[in-house]
């Protein structure tokens, strides 16, 4: 989905849902934007990446160390970084999420580096590209047995200061997952420590009463039918979701996962470590030391998922984040690309065909009167980045772009096309564009999506300076 509709917004939506002949002329004016856009550069059908463009290797070695909702996969980045020379290239991820360019990177003979402004994206992605020696590997396996010992009447860590962690788990569960973070956080190397943090951090949701969807956490004892939600007591849902020794059932689960790591991690037994950095791509030049030949990222998209917030289970228990402030910083850090990122109207400059595509959009349709401030907000933003960008970049280094478009009020915004000119008018080559698979739109959004629908996709932008 695109989207997801205010509660309170819905009936509002419904009622300026009738498609008249102004939705018609609306549709061919988006679609004349988009043609516009289009005009001159280059775009390919490459259906063969679609499966690509997806997080479709989540059960992969090494991969599947952290499960994650968005990203691509390793043979995609392998694919584009085939024919680099490793001598001479560092590839940068400036938005690595969970590591996937940097790990694509190592496995070729690259060096690399990664950034992203969200901790546990960082400090997954730096777990899970280190080099495992077989002498590491060996105090790892040494150190794992230390678990295995573990019992009810061993010490708990403190638990974190998030004030819903009782509706969270179930408390046996809790219990267990707090005696294995105290064994963790006795571990007295860096390495080891994170190795196993991972291990626990990983099974904290199939351990947990929630589930990632949509914009965020849903509880798995609460079910919505309708606008009906119902409600199974936390000790019934309990007992049907574990079983009666829930403890070592937690501990069981925590072994498994830290010994599948150890497996997989016999395939980083040398190579270039990548460099990960959490950190702001906006502030590129303050950060990279050297200047990359190839950069190869998915930025946010532009579709308000707070990804903050999706994983606030993670940060809450991991120590990543420790005060509700916390959340708020991080939220407005980065491209603004979600409401809770705004603060005030954009002032910075942005493509004027933006404005362009916010006067179709019916103020009535619209299930947040800031999404025309989040446009703007982001189309400077990746301005600047790729401004950022292109003082980083090596003369005629290379630049791929994976993205996808969104849409609202029933208007299409063509982010790949947009992406690509405000490139252009920066001195970079645009090269291709590349259409991997279309996108999905709600049933409610294709309704007035008629003459545009083919422009909702996910693409790669190829850039060179």
Not at 196 to 221: C, D, H, P, T
Not at 381 to 406: H, K, N, R, W
């Amino acid at each position: 989905m695109q989207y997801e509709i205010a509660e309170d917004s819905k009936s509002r939506w419904w009622r300026a849902s009738r498609i008249d002949l102004s939705d018609k002329l609306r549709s061919a004016e988006n679609l004349e934007i988009i043609r516009h856009l289009e005009q001159g550069l280059e775009v390919q059908d490459s259906p063969e990446l679609g499966n690509l463009v997806r997080p479709s290797d989540m059960s992969a070695p090494i991969q599947r160390w952290f499960k994650y909702r968005e990203g691509y996969t390793l043979e995609l980045c392998k694919r584009l970084l085939a024919g680099h020379d490793v001598t001479r290239s560092l590839v940068l991820d400036p938005f690595c999420g969970f590591g996937t360019t940097t790990l694509a990177a190592r496995q070729l003979g690259h060096q690399s580096v990664g950034l992203d402004v969200n901790p546990l994206a960082a400090f997954v992605a730096r777990v899970k590209t280190r080099t495992y020696s077989q002498h590491r590997r060996q105090c790892l396996r040494k150190r794992l047995r230390d678990f295995q010992g573990l019992t009810k009447r061993h010490k708990q860590a403190l638990p974190p200061s998030i004030r819903i962690l009782p509706k969270l788990f179930h408390k046996p569960v809790l219990e267990a997952l707090l005696i294995i973070r105290h064994e963790i956080e006795r571990t007295e190397k860096d390495t080891e420590r994170e190795f196993f943090l991972l291990a626990w951090v990983s099974i904290l949701e199939q351990m947990s009463n929630v589930y990632k969807e949509g914009n965020g956490l849903k509880y798995r004892n609460r079910q919505r039918r309708g606008n009906v939600y119902s409600v199974t007591p936390h000790d019934e849902w309990a007992k049907k979701r574990f079983p009666k020794d829930a403890f070592q059932f937690a501990l069981n689960t925590f072994l498994s996962k830290a010994n599948e790591m150890l497996s997989d991690s016999r395939y980083l037994l040398s190579g270039y470590e990548p460099t990960i950095v959490q950190g702001d791509a906006q502030k590129l030049s303050n950060i990279i030391p050297d200047q990359p030949s190839y950069a190869l990222f998915s930025p946010p998209y532009c579709n308000c998922f707070n990804y903050i917030k999706a994983y606030k289970l993670e940060l809450w228990m991991s120590g990543l984040i420790s005060e509700y402030s916390d959340i708020g910083v991080l939220t407005k850090a980065g491209i603004r690309s979600r409401l809770e990122s705004l603060t005030e109207h954009v002032k910075d400059p942005y493509p004027q065909r933006i404005d362009d595509l916010i006067a179709l959009m019916p103020q009535q349709r619209l299930w947040a009167t800031k999404i025309p401030e989040l446009l703007k907000g982001y189309f400077a933003d990746m301005g600047a980045f790729l401004t950022e960008l292109y003082g980083t970049l090596q003369p005629g280094g290379q630049c791929t772009i994976v993205v996808g478009t969104s849409a609202y009020a029933g208007v299409l915004v063509p982010t790949d096309l947009i992406l690509a000119r405000l490139a252009q008018d920066i001195g970079y080559d645009v090269e291709c564009l590349q259409v991997a698979r279309p996108i999905p739109t709600s049933s409610q959004q294709r309704r007035f999506l008629d003459g545009v629908s083919d422009y909702s996709r996910e693409s790669l932008v190829f850039l060179r300076r």
